[in-house]
């Protein structure tokens, strides 16, 4: 198993920057990609953000420009450093990673993006 401590998010108005924080523990070697999921209400969850342990990235055209994802493969830890927010990135944002053919996730974190 794999445990996902997710911190970061917030409240931050319009055009301002906010950072989420994850940390992964318990059977956390040999992790290959990480990344960021969101949901917000009524809506799907969509993928955000993935980077693979090889560093390779990939993001929602809805975020591409706007949000950075990084990860540390020593302290399996992923960060993802989003600017520019929207109304429209209002989510809780999930911490995703998976480890031979795995998937795992994190509680949630709240990003509030107001007008």
């Known amino acids: 198993q794999v445990q996902l401590v997710e911190s970061g998010g917030g409240w931050v108005q319009a055009g301002g920057s906010l950072g989420l924080y994850c940390a992964a523990s318990?059977?956390?070697?040999?992790?290959?990609?990480m990344g960021w999921d969101r949901q917000a209400p009524e809506k799907q969850r969509e993928l955000v953000a993935t980077?693979?342990?090889?560093?390779?990235?990939n993001y929602a055209d809805s975020v591409k420009g706007r949000f950075t994802i990084s990860r540390d493969n020593i302290k399996n830890t992923v960060y993802l450093q989003m600017n520019s927010l929207k109304p429209a990135d209002t989510a809780v944002y999930y911490c995703?990673?998976?480890?031979?053919?795995?998937?795992?996730w994190g509680q949630g974190a709240q990003v509030t993006v107001s007008s």
């Open positions: 995703t990673v998976a480890r031979f053919g795995a998937d795992y």
């Open positions: 318990g059977r956390s070697s040999r992790i290959s990609t």
């Open positions: 980077v693979s342990r090889g560093g390779r990235t």
